[in-house]
């Protein structure tokens, strides 16, 4: 089945599911909802005002190491299917896919030396808390994945839009508890995982756990 196809049918064949959902520990959905959305928009503009500088910086940096923009806008699958375009600090060079889309690997030679550093911290990743305020991602759900491999994942291992259940995130569940190397079965079963426990108390726990991997680098690729 094409993602197309996938995409079209995934709103009606879980509609029930989503919309009689109650989220872990809230009697009303709509309530955890709107916590979510508040949580987001002030995460991401209080992340945005504190590193400004940051991004500026990396922004210079990344342009006197290699030619081509700063900034890096890939096409991406999110809520019920929907493609929006996704806002990284580049981290490789401008014709790292001229052999067509690839998966990332742990020593990746089409990334650069200070590709290799934002990676590791997360820097490149400060950019999406624009697609937070834009309503594309929430700070917390499963890392949204390239149309390809939403595809061509969901092809080997059926039922894993499931995932597109919920707006992506710039961090996850599957993020803080496996990072880039878990296989995409693995990271299925921790994203179904979140869907099915969401709450503000499990966003907090992930947030305080992103903020640790951030400063150590752990499961960096």
């Avoid at 209080?46 to 500088?53: F, H, M, N, Q, W």
């Avoid at 990332?104 to 590709?115: E, F, M, S």
């Avoid at 079965?185 to 966003?203: G, H, P, Q, T």
Wanted: charged content about 25%; some cysteine.
């Amino acid at each position: 089945m094409s993602l197309r196809k996938i995409h079209n049918n995934l709103h009606e064949e879980y509609a029930v599911t989503l919309d009689t959902e109650v989220e872990k520990g809230y009697a009303y959905p709509q309530l955890y909802s709107v916590i979510k959305r508040l949580m987001d928009i002030t995460m991401a503009l209080t992340g945005l005002i504190v590193t400004i500088p940051i991004l500026l910086f990396f922004c210079i940096a990344i342009k006197l190491e290699t030619p081509g923009p700063a900034f890096y806008f890939q096409e991406r699958v999110g809520l019920n299917g929907k493609y929006f375009r996704v806002i990284k600090l580049r981290s490789m060079g401008v014709d790292a896919e001229k052999k067509g889309a690839q998966w990332a690997d742990k020593n990746d030679p089409r990334v650069t030396k200070i590709g290799a550093f934002i990676r590791k911290t997360r820097i490149d990743e400060i950019p999406q808390l624009i697609n937070v305020l834009q309503g594309d991602m929430s700070m917390i759900g499963p890392r949204p994945e390239r149309p390809i491999f939403t595809a061509q994942f969901n092809e080997e291992i059926p039922g894993f839009v499931k995932r597109l259940a919920v707006k992506p995130g710039v961090t996850g569940w599957a993020q803080v508890n496996g990072g880039y190397d878990i296989t995409p079965k693995e990271k299925l079963k921790l994203d179904l995982f979140y869907i099915e426990n969401r709450s503000v108390m499990l966003d907090l726990k992930i947030i305080i756990k992103t903020i640790r991997i951030v400063l150590t680098g752990e499961g960096a690729r």
